[in-house]
């Protein structure tokens, strides 16, 4: 399941350089997540970076991509070429 940022965001910039897949980008007026490229840090982490760092909690599952990590970790090969 990707993850998604809410409106608690404070467009901090915390989450951006921890997202092993620069899944993370600045919106408007908050900070978005690509699902095509959000794997939840699957295949790098245990925990998504993102959450860990996020100060106000705004990190969540996104409901609308839900995703085993089997699809999770095929997803972080296709993008890195593993």
């Known amino acids: 399941m990707a993850l998604f940022i809410n409106d608690e965001c404070i467009a901090c ?33 245990d925990e998504p970076q993102c959450v860990a760092v996020c100060p106000t909690d705004a990190i969540h599952p996104d409901p609308n991509h839900q995703e085993t990590k089997e699809e999770l970790m095929e997803k972080k090969k296709r993008i890195h070429g593993e």
């Not at 993370?24 to 840090?41: A, F, H, K, M, R």
């Open 13 to 45: 910039d915390a989450c951006v350089p921890e997202c092993p897949n620069d899944a993370i980008s600045e919106g408007d007026p908050i900070y978005v997540i690509d699902p095509n490229l959000c794997t939840e840090c699957v295949g790098f982490f």
